[in-house]
């Protein structure tokens, strides 16, 4: 311990970078896809398998665990990594994101928000101090500022009015995050699809001054064609020597994109909720091997693929399992997706430091465009 927090940028291409974040729990290469381990688990994978996917850091989400075990029983237990036996850095979002979807059951007002837990009614309150103490009980090692996202799509007035606000929540998520060396505060852009808007939160955020910035607002319904439209200009108005995360993104291309346009973080659900679901995801794109047509298949999922389900089983098994709903066919699933979002990731922070991105990019755009291979 003692090491502080830091970004070092290294190689760019285009507007692709790479770099690693340094933190006393490890270092972070990027750009670096996050695993998402929700309920103090990212499901179906040991730690120990997430990190042998390649993974440097996951995302624990606040209101899961605020409401269930709570961050004070965590806290007791001597935090989150020690809880659920992961070492390696952990982001923690603000719980806000997750209590604004409640809908009906959240009510906000210029403090915070107060919600009833969806797991037995309780009521609770968020507001950015509260989210701030709860994220250092957990012991995260980056920490979200608190913000509002409104759903697109909205008029400007009511994003320019949630945008302050979240402005304002940053300040006091600042404030009340304290001297904590060795962590990190990410601030969160918001201003949805605006570049003005966007302009002035980026200036706002700039002006208090954080370890990261989050771009903030986007994957939430808008469209991959509106998403790369605003990260043609929005990490450009983040301080570049700062590490940029694009919240809950993505499908692989969405990912892809995102790095092309100056993201070095980025967290999904994705990879590890389709692989409970019989989706695979490979070079040549999605495959659901619930599909009739990997019944009598001998070969694996992808043979250049390096991982456990694809060294050890077959498609037919794949196929077997899945349906058969054992257990066994989520976890194996799961760890092939991850560990090819993660192979994504290190080819193209390989690209980036040889300059070869562009490359890169058409080979993996030709690889998905050819589609699965044929049937037996
Ligand atoms: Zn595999």
Known sequence: MGKRFSFALGATDGQARTGVIS?????????????????????????????????????????????RPTAERIDRLGGLHHFMNWDKPILTDSGGFQVMSLGALRK?????????????????????????????????????????????????????????????????????????????????????????????SAAALRAIGFEGYAIGGLAVGEGQEAMFDVLDFAPGQLPEDKPRYLM??????????????????????????????????????????????????????????????????????????????????GMLLTWHNLHYFQQIMAEMRAAIAEGTFATWESGFHALRAAGDIEPV
Not at 175 to 191: E, S, V, Y
């Open 23 to 67: 933190t006393p729990r490890g270092d972070i290469r990027t750009p670096a896809f996050m695993p998402v381990g929700t309920a103090a688990t990212v499901k179906a994978m040991l730690p120990e398998s997430v990190a042998a996917t390649g993974a440097d850091i996951l995302l624990g989400n606040t209101y899961h665990l605020m409401l």
């Open 108 to 200: 906000l007002d210029k403090d915070g928000v107060t919600f009833k837990s969806h797991i037995d009614g309780s009521r609770h309150r968020l507001t950015p101090e509260r989210s701030m103490e709860i994220q250092r009980l957990l012991g995260s090692d980056i920490v979200m500022c608190f913000d509002e996202c409104p759903a697109l799509p909205a008029d400007r007035d009511r994003i320019a009015a949630s945008m302050r606000l979240s402005m304002d929540w940053a300040a006091r998520s600042r404030a009340a995050f304290g001297d904590r060396p060795g962590h990190a505060l990410f601030g969160i852009q918001q201003g949805g699809l605006d570049p003005e808007l966007r302009a002035e």
């Open 248 to 329: 809950g993104v993505g499908k692989p291309d969405d990912i892809v994109g995102a790095v092309k346009r100056g993201v070095d973080m980025m967290d999904c659900v994705l990879p590890s909720r389709s692989g409970r679901t019989g989706q695979g995801w490979t070079r040549r794109g999605q495959v659901n091997l619930r599909n009739a047509r990997h019944a009598d298949d001998p070969r694996p999922l992808d043979e250049a693929c390096g991982c456990p389900a694809c060294t050890g089983y077959s498609r037919a098994y794949l196929h077997h399992v899945i349906r058969s709903q054992e257990m066994i066919g």
